[in-house]
């Protein structure tokens, strides 16, 4: 375990530490303890241990911090302090840290099971020793619980003896998986326009979905995905798809007839392995999805006959996706096949024909190998060269992807909205060598500017992964190391 010792016993009242990630700040509170009007004449005993129900968490009003309070101990000297996220003790935010005071403020992080202990400590000016216990509490900013799945189960068959309520129209509701457990999904599970979440609460043991030969999840309203592993080797339909009959109410006659999905789709922190198919598809259906958004994922590609579709296909149905974002992922193929597109909406799709005043890709921190390699990255011609449109793909990694044509795939003709572009590796093998091509730049040298990435910033250096056909893809490129780019969990 490593141990962080952040500061040891002090009279000020305000004293800062910091650990995995977490600012804390101690309050300066009136207690006692060198303050002979408040030491409450205790002295030459056992100072008395503080209950678990008496210490306080109050998060702040938007949700970004939160206070941690206890009652005075009178005649301790002070307090030590423990909190650890139990998804990952080795790393404690606090570390056994002396406190004078009675309360700590500190960062609130989404989704982290916390475990906090408190021990009073005596006062030897006074003659007083250290309370016999640590109260101890443990406490959660998962957003509340709705069901629990039991492991083992049907995924099907389980929500059709147990369907979702109406309150899902309008508020996402929690269905936990229980952590390590294993689940099947061996048919199509439509949620239709209810607004759902499946997680693990434990984010170092995640549950497993495994897909059967028709496994698929439909929806077209809200749906998120927290901290699991979906095993999708025995299916070949899309992993996501927009429901195949669009639910009531969702219809946009005003707007060119787009049925709206306009909450959020987000994948957070999930492993995808032997994805045959699309990870997602409109079903041939003229849907806008609001907004997709992506983050900390791993998605292993195993394609089969995929060449004319696209990994994320939105086109046949006429629509597309609003604001599409990857960041800190990392994407790959081992397939016999390739995808000929990783996006691709209807090239009638853009923002103001479905009501909206911008649309956006953002491809952000991510590694992506062997996609498209004789295809194109994106193709969305409702997109391109408009004011409106606004690209962000900075910090990537592309290797043997998009034709070696990736920002030109990307943001499409010239112009367009905010267009950034910054610190990214195109880089291609050829007989075993790796060569760096900019569309516009075909003299390509550091520095070079593409009329499509224009920013002079693209990494002439082989990021050299360490064995990507195992799935290893930590860079050793010197650029890539010092600039940190790509999906940060390959960086050491």
């Known amino acids: ?47 008395a241990s503080i209950s678990a129900d008496d210490i306080t968490i109050t998060p702040s009003a938007d949700g970004k911090s939160q206070t941690i309070s206890w009652p005075v101990v009178m005649g301790a000297g002070g307090y030590r302090v423990s909190l650890i996220d139990l998804g990952n003790p080795d790393e404690p935010i606090i570390n056994d840290s002396i406190v004078d005071g009675c309360s700590v403020t500190g960062k609130r992080e989404e989704d982290v099971n916390y475990k906090l202990t408190i021990l009073p400590l005596g006062n030897t000016k006074k003659g007083n020793s250290d309370a016999t216990a640590a109260a101890s509490k443990e406490f959660s900013t998962f957003t509340p619980t709705f069901k629990t799945i039991p492991n083992g189960s049907n995924l099907n068959e389980w929500f059709a003896a147990n369907p979702i309520p109406d309150e899902a129209l309008t508020e996402n509701l929690n269905y936990d998986l229980e952590a390590g457990g294993s689940y099947t999904l061996s048919d199509v599970l439509d949620f239709s326009n209810h607004m759902v ?26 749906l ?21 009959t669009p639910a009531e109410g969702i219809l946009d006659t005003e707007h060119n007839n787009h049925n709206q999905i306009k909450d959020p789709t987000m994948i957070n922190s999930c492993n995808f392995t032997g994805v045959k198919g699309m990870m997602l598809f409109d079903n041939k259906v003229k849907y806008c999805l609001k907004t997709f958004y992506m983050e900390n994922c791993l998605v292993h590609l195993e394609s089969e006959n995929m060449s004319n579709n696209s990994i994320f296909y939105i086109y046949d149905g006429g629509g597309f996706i609003n604001d599409f974002t990857i960041i800190n992922s990392t994407v790959w193929n081992t397939g016999e096949s390739d995808f000929k597109y990783l996006i691709r909406y209807n ?62 795939r990307i943001i499409g003709r010239q112009g367009g ?13 050829k007989d075993g060598v790796a060569t760096f091509e ?18 002079k910033s693209a990494l002439q250096c082989d990021p050299a992964f360490v064995d990507p056909a195992n799935g290893n893809f930590t860079p050793q490129g010197a650029d890539q190391l010092s600039l940190r780019t790509g999906d940060p969990r390959w960086l050491p």
Do not use: W
């Not at 103001?352 to 956006?360: E, I, L, Q, V």
């Not at 900019?438 to 920013?455: C, I, M, Q, R, T």
């Open 1 to 47: 375990m490593k141990q962080k010792h952040f500061f040891t016993y002090s009279k000020i009242c305000t004293l800062a530490f910091v650990g995995a990630s977490v600012l804390f700040l101690t309050s300066c509170a009136k207690d006692g303890f060198d303050d002979e009007s408040f030491d409450g004449g205790v002295s030459n005993t056992q100072v």
């Open 197 to 222: 979440v499946l997680r693990t609460t434990n984010k170092t043991n995640y549950a497993t979905i495994v897909y059967g030969k028709g496994g698929s999840i439909e929806y077209c309203g809200g």
């Open 224 to 244: 998120s995905l927290k901290y699991l592993n979906f095993d999708c080797t025995e299916s070949t339909k899309p992993v996501l798809a927009f429901s195949a």
């Open 347 to 408: 090239n009638s799709g853009r923002c103001d024909r479905a009501g909206y005043a911008t649309n956006s890709i953002n491809i952000m921190n991510s590694t992506m190998y062997d996609l498209c390699k004789s295809g194109q990255m994106c193709n969305h011609g409702g997109y391109d060269g408009r004011s409106t449109s606004n690209y962000t793909v900075t910090n990537n990694i592309f290797v043997n992807c998009g034709n070696a044509q990736v920002p030109r």
């Open 417 to 429: 909205g905010d267009i950034r572009f910054a610190n990214n590796t195109y880089c291609t093998y």
């Open 438 to 455: 900019l569309e516009g730049a075909p003299d390509y040298v550091e520095g070079a500017k593409s009329e499509y990435d224009d920013s």
